[in-house]
């Protein structure tokens, strides 16, 4: 809590205007276009009209960023003009008059105050003293951070009082420009001395989405986690739970912000750099967050469902349709006999607390005892992972809202009850897993390049095993199909005028469907020589991929011959036509580009960790980035053929060289992406005066230098933010190191290019750093976007 001193006191303007002060004494007052403005600068409270919008408010925000606004008071009673005013009634309160002096709001302290003061702190809080009250004595009469509105600065309660029932809230703004109280609630659940948060949605509290329990250390699937910048405090006494955050490093600004939509961010702005916000963290930040999604006794992963060991899916017909919500039963039901025991899963998001239980200071043998005395006990949990963990929670009935969480990060074991014979079945099947992983992964090693089809086949036959008991022999397209004839009427009989681009494996026509729709229409070739089934089969891998920052699926065709995929339309093409043209580059601002460096990188995220199948793109490319109207990036061409892809300029050496692919050769690509991205340059066909490196080793050669900026595109000088700018480079040289295991993985190199407090690696020299001899120049291809190659043309580069 800021600490304040006598001194102040005696700069209370005694002149109506207050500008340029952090105080607001008694007969002074504040109208629109006066504002006060806390001692060190950072918060500023005032009159505001919302963007579109005609009404005014009593706001607070960021001075350096005052489309921040952290506070509103009279939410639900706007001025209809400009014509407000903040001052003291006669007894002291803070009230905001309208024109006729009517009160729209009012701080409702019930007390006379003497000689009461205002005062804007540099937390953001907006307190209110009485003049005569000892000042060494922090105690305020009334405080904003009491009065939340959609937003939880450092330092500012969410609280729940256990004696009055007050509850201290995140209420939504009803949309982008209207603070008034909208849709969605953030509040406390607490059963049986168990919290959680919850977005709960209406006055219904029906349908909600749920982070974890507190579990000593953080509330698990929260934005706010125990690590920087934001480090979260909970504190639970008899009388009052209460959860806040606290920021240590001091040029960091944090606020955890209940959208509109009823998404919780975590937005953080390093002040020294700019005063552009990123949002870090979001809740519900995938698919798995939806409460509920999987039903009952199934864990969501990725964008799929899994039934926990030893249950099976309650409507398999349903379940193969990727429709979970009829959740999962017991293949063999317990009766309680003798030999029943428990199944650990390891880093889940624990169950809802429906029908709990918790004993604070059980052991975790202590606790596995009790349930499994208790014959309706179905599942227990440590409560609190602190030390070597504490508290016993135990689960009675259907265990509901599990997600697969990162492995490590303070996230706790859930163990489920099995009948006797269960047990005995799943050690079984877990030995049998082990010998078929083994197989496969020999199978790999062993030089077989159609992997595409292996991998699916390893992450089908997994999903086997794990759906427990459900044998899935044959699995139905839950995609729409459309006629061929609707197509060639959408794409006007496939006509060249209608032709966007050229994929790896076919054209792409721009496609007007009856309903109006804009679709991308890719027409397989024939040559591509797929069979049915294989085509299915990787229909329902694309189908199942969905993210933001991945080209959505919309349907496809098959009719005789044709194999038709549909695809959501991107009116910006891709980034290529971008990055990479004189002109047009110029409309892609740093903001931009690092915007779409990072949804590529959040679409890489989902690909290689937080899909159901990890996926290796493979072919990761500026053409494969395709941007929509607001030039939001999206990652497109996860169709796979049976021959090796990847572009010439984006293939990691050992990929390029001897076909070996893997997470951290897309990473590779990934930093090419990164680089071309900064330098408006391609790396294929980069060429430079003073030497024959390519793009990679020539942002290195200027980084090693200390020169990294230089790499950066001319003209995009005006505006940009140059640790950001140099951070990207040196993540990017980080990214296309020579050996796979120099490389970060897709969610360390996130968090680099975020950059919260992190030191990085120092890159050595990228892969590929031989100067070329002016025979294989890249520079003299004439082949603007380079197609998929081929075999042939990758043995040609093992020639060098
Ligand atoms: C406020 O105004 C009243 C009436 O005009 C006056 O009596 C009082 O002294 C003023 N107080 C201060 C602190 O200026
Ligand atoms: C806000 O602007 C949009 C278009 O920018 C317009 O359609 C809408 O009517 C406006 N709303 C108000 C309240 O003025
Ligand atoms: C804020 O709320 C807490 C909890 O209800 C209460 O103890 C405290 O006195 C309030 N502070 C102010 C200044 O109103
Ligand atoms: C829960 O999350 C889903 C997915 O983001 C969202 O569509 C839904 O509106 C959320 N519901 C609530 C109550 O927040
Ligand atoms: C999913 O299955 C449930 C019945 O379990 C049904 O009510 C619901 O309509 C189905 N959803 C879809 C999208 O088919
Ligand atoms: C309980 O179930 C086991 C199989 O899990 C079975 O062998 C046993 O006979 C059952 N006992 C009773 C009392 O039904
Ligand atoms: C807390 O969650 C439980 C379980 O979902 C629910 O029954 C209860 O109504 C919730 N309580 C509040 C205050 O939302
Ligand atoms: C099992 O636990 C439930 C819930 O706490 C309780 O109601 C029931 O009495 C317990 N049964 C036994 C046999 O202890
Ligand atoms: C979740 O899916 C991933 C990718 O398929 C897989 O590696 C992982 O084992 C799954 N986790 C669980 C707990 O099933
Ligand atoms: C904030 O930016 C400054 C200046 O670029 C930098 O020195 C500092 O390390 C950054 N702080 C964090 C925590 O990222």
Same mark, same amino acid.
């Given at each position: 809590?800021?600490?304040?001193?006598?001194?102040?006191?005696?700069?209370?303007?005694?002149?109506?205007?207050?500008?340029?002060?952090?105080?607001?004494?008694?007969?002074?007052?504040?109208?629109?276009?006066?504002?006060?403005?806390?001692?060190?600068?950072?918060?500023?409270?005032?009159?505001?009209?919302?963007?579109?919008?005609?009404?005014?408010?009593?706001?607070?925000?960021?001075?350096?960023?005052?489309?921040?606004?952290?506070?509103?008071?009279?939410?639900?009673?706007?001025?209809?003009?400009?014509?407000?005013?903040?001052?003291?009634?006669?007894?002291?309160?803070?009230?905001?008059?309208?024109?006729?002096?009517?009160?729209?709001?009012?701080?409702?302290?019930?007390?006379?105050?003497?000689?009461?003061?205002?005062?804007?702190?540099?937390?953001?809080?907006?307190?209110?003293?009485?003049?005569?009250?000892?000042?060494?004595?922090?105690?305020?009469?009334?405080?904003?951070?009491?009065?939340?509105?959609?937003?939880?600065?450092?330092?500012?309660?969410?609280?729940?009082?256990?004696?009055?029932?007050?509850?201290?809230?995140?209420?939504?703004?009803?949309?982008?420009?209207?603070?008034?109280?909208?849709?969605?609630?953030?509040?406390?659940?607490?059963?049986?001395?168990?919290?959680?948060?919850?977005?709960?949605?209406?006055?219904?509290?029906?349908?909600?989405?749920?982070?974890?329990?507190?579990?000593?250390?953080?509330?698990?699937?929260?934005?706010?986690?125990?690590?920087?910048?934001?480090?979260?405090?909970?504190?639970?006494?008899?009388?009052?739970?209460?959860?806040?955050?606290?920021?240590?490093?001091?040029?960091?600004?944090?606020?955890?912000?209940?959208?509109?939509?009823?998404?919780?961010?975590?937005?953080?702005?390093n002040?020294?750099r700019?005063?552009?916000?990123?949002?870090?963290?979001?809740?519900?930040?995938?698919?798995?967050?939806?409460?509920?999604?999987?039903?009952?006794?199934?864990?969501?992963?990725?964008?799929?469902?899994?039934?926990?060991?030893?249950?099976?899916?309650?409507?398999?017909?349903?379940?193969?349709?990727?429709?979970?919500?009829?959740?999962?039963?017991?293949?063999?039901?317990?009766?309680?006999?003798?030999?029943?025991?428990?199944?650990?899963?390891?880093?889940?998001?624990?169950?809802?607390?429906?029908?709990?239980?918790?004993?604070?200071?059980?052991?975790?043998?202590?606790?596995?005892?009790?349930?499994?005395?208790?014959?309706?006990?179905?599942?227990?949990?440590?409560?609190?992972?602190?030390?070597?963990?504490?508290?016993?929670?135990?689960?009675?009935?259907?265990?509901?809202?599990?997600?697969?969480?990162?492995?490590?990060?303070?996230?706790?074991?859930?163990?489920?009850?099995?009948?006797?014979?269960?047990?005995?079945?799943?050690?079984?099947?877990?030995?049998?897993?082990?010998?078929?992983?083994?197989?496969?992964?020999?199978?790999?090693?062993?030089?077989?390049?159609?992997?595409?089809?292996?991998?699916?086949?390893?992450?089908?036959?997994?999903?086997?095993?794990?759906?427990?008991?459900?044998?899935?022999?044959?699995?139905?397209?839950?995609?729409?199909?459309?006629?061929?004839?609707?197509?060639?009427?959408?794409?006007?009989?496939?006509?060249?005028?209608?032709?966007?681009?050229?994929?790896?494996?076919?054209?792409?026509?721009?496609?007007?469907?009856?309903?109006?729709?804009?679709?991308?229409?890719?027409?397989?070739?024939?040559?591509?020589?797929?069979?049915?089934?294989?085509?299915?089969?990787?229909?329902?891998?694309?189908?199942?991929?969905?993210?933001?920052?991945?080209?959505?699926?919309?349907?496809?065709?098959?009719?005789?011959?044709?194999?038709?995929?549909?695809?959501?339309?991107?009116?910006?093409?891709?980034?290529?036509?971008?990055?990479?043209?004189?002109?047009?580059?110029?409309?892609?601002?740093?903001?931009?580009?690092f915007?779409?460096v990072?949804?590529?990188?959040?679409?890489?995220?989902?690909?290689?960790?937080?899909?159901?199948?990890?996926?290796?793109?493979?072919?990761?490319?500026?053409?494969?980035?395709?941007?929509?109207?607001?030039?939001?990036?999206?990652?497109?061409?996860?169709?796979?053929?049976?021959?090796?892809?990847?572009?010439? *300029?984006?293939?990691? @050496? $050992?990929?390029?060289?001897? !076909?070996? /692919?893997?997470?951290?050769?897309?990473? #590779? %690509?990934? +930093?090419?992406?990164l680089?071309?991205?900064v330098?408006?340059?391609?790396?294929?066909?980069?060429?430079?005066?003073?030497?024959?490196?390519?793009?990679?080793?020539?942002?290195?050669?200027?980084?090693?230098?200390?020169?990294a900026l230089?790499?950066?595109?001319?003209?995009?000088?005006?505006?940009?933010d140059r640790t950001q700018v140099e951070r990207c480079i040196q993540v990017g040289l980080l990214?296309?190191?020579?050996?796979?295991?120099?490389?970060?993985?897709?969610?360390?190199a996130?968090y680099m290019i975020l950059n919260? *407090?992190l030191v990085l @690696? $120092?890159?050595?020299?990228? !892969?590929? /750093?031989?100067?070329?001899?002016?025979? #294989? %120049?890249? +520079?003299?291809?004439?082949?603007?976007?380079?197609?998929?190659?081929?075999?042939?043309?990758?043995?040609?580069?093992?020639?060098?």
């Open positions: 809590m800021a600490k304040i001193t006598l001194s102040i006191f005696i700069i209370v303007p005694m002149t109506g205007l207050s500008l340029a002060t952090d105080i607001l004494g008694v007969n002074s007052s504040i109208s629109y276009g006066e504002t006060l403005v806390s001692s060190n600068l950072i918060f500023e409270l005032g009159f505001f009209t919302p963007h579109n919008s005609s009404m005014s408010y009593l706001g607070i925000w960021y001075k350096f960023s005052p489309n921040m606004i952290v506070w509103v008071a009279n939410r639900n009673n706007p001025l209809v003009d400009r014509d407000g005013i903040l001052t003291f009634n006669s007894v002291g309160n803070l009230v905001v008059l309208n024109q006729l002096n009517g009160v729209v709001w009012s701080s409702e302290w019930s007390g006379v105050l003497q000689n009461p003061i205002a005062q804007l702190l540099d937390t953001g809080n907006f307190v209110l003293w009485d003049n005569f009250v000892s000042s060494s004595d922090e105690t305020y009469l009334w405080q904003s951070f009491n009065y939340s509105s959609d937003m939880l600065l450092a330092g500012m309660k969410l609280m729940l009082n256990l004696k009055t029932g007050f509850e201290q809230r995140l209420t939504t703004w009803k949309s982008m420009d209207d603070p008034s109280p909208g849709d969605y609630v953030l509040e406390l659940n607490n059963t049986q001395g168990l919290s959680q948060y919850e977005v709960v949605q209406g006055h219904v509290n029906s349908k909600k989405n749920r982070t974890g329990q507190w579990n000593g250390v953080q509330f698990v699937g929260s934005p706010i986690v125990l690590s920087p910048p934001a480090v979260p405090v909970f504190v639970y006494t008899e009388s009052e739970i209460s959860f806040m955050f606290e920021v240590q490093e001091r040029q960091l600004f944090s606020v955890a912000k209940l959208n509109y939509l009823g998404v919780l961010q975590l937005l953080v702005v002040r020294s700019s005063a552009t916000w990123n949002a870090m963290i979001e809740f519900p930040s995938d698919p798995c967050d939806i409460y509920g999604r999987c039903g009952a006794n199934a864990i969501c992963n990725g964008s799929l469902c899994e039934c926990v060991i030893g249950f099976m899916p309650k409507s398999p017909d349903e379940w193969t349709v990727l429709n979970f919500s009829s959740g999962c039963k017991r293949t063999i039901p317990l009766n309680c006999s003798k030999g029943e025991g428990f199944w650990e899963i390891e880093n889940v998001k624990l169950p809802d607390q429906l029908e709990v239980m918790l004993y604070r200071s059980m052991s975790l043998d202590e606790c596995k005892d009790k349930c499994l005395k208790n014959c309706s006990c179905t599942a227990y949990a440590i409560s609190d992972i602190r030390g070597r963990g504490i508290g016993c929670l135990m689960w009675f009935g259907h265990l509901i809202d599990m997600r697969v969480l990162e492995e490590g990060n303070h996230v706790q074991t859930l163990y489920v009850r099995q009948s006797a014979s269960k047990l005995d079945a799943i050690r079984d099947r877990t030995r049998r897993k082990i010998i078929l992983v083994t197989i496969i992964l020999s199978s790999i090693i062993g030089g077989l390049l159609l992997v595409g089809t292996a991998l699916w086949g390893v992450t089908h036959k997994k999903r086997r095993i794990r759906t427990g008991g459900l044998e899935i022999t044959k699995e139905d397209i839950d995609l729409p199909l459309y006629d061929f004839a609707a197509i060639e009427s959408a794409t006007s009989n496939f006509s060249n005028d209608n032709m966007i681009g050229f994929g790896g494996i076919g054209p792409v026509y721009k496609g007007n469907l009856q309903t109006g729709q804009l679709v991308a229409v890719k027409r397989l070739s024939k040559s591509s020589g797929q069979g049915l089934e294989e085509f299915k089969n990787e229909v329902l891998l694309i189908a199942r991929l969905q993210h933001r920052n991945l080209v959505g699926l919309l349907g496809c065709c098959i009719e005789g011959e044709e194999r038709i995929l549909l695809y959501e339309y991107m009116d910006n093409k891709s980034l290529n036509y971008f990055i990479f043209d004189q002109e047009k580059s110029m409309l892609l601002t740093w903001q931009r580009r915007d779409i990072v949804g590529i990188a959040r679409g890489l995220l989902y690909l290689h960790r937080d899909s159901k199948l990890q996926v290796i793109h493979r072919d990761l490319k500026a053409s494969n980035i395709l941007l929509d109207g607001d030039l939001n990036a999206k990652i497109s061409d996860l169709a796979r053929t049976k021959r090796v892809i990847g572009t010439h *300029g984006y293939m990691a @050496p $050992e990929y390029a060289m001897d !076909g070996k /692919f893997s997470l951290k050769s897309d990473i #590779y %690509s990934f +930093g090419v992406l680089l071309e991205i330098s408006g340059k391609r790396n294929r066909g980069f060429s430079h005066p003073s030497h024959h490196h390519n793009l990679l080793g020539h942002a290195w050669l200027l980084w090693s230098k200390g020169r230089e790499t950066m595109e001319e003209g995009l000088h005006s505006s940009f990214c296309v190191q020579k050996f796979p295991e120099d490389r970060p993985a897709i969610s360390s996130i919260w *407090g @690696p $120092e890159p050595k020299e990228p !892969g590929f /750093f031989t100067e070329r001899n002016s025979k #294989y %120049s890249d +520079g003299a291809s004439s082949k603007r976007d380079s197609h998929t190659q081929n075999l042939v043309t990758l043995t040609m580069l093992e020639g060098r």
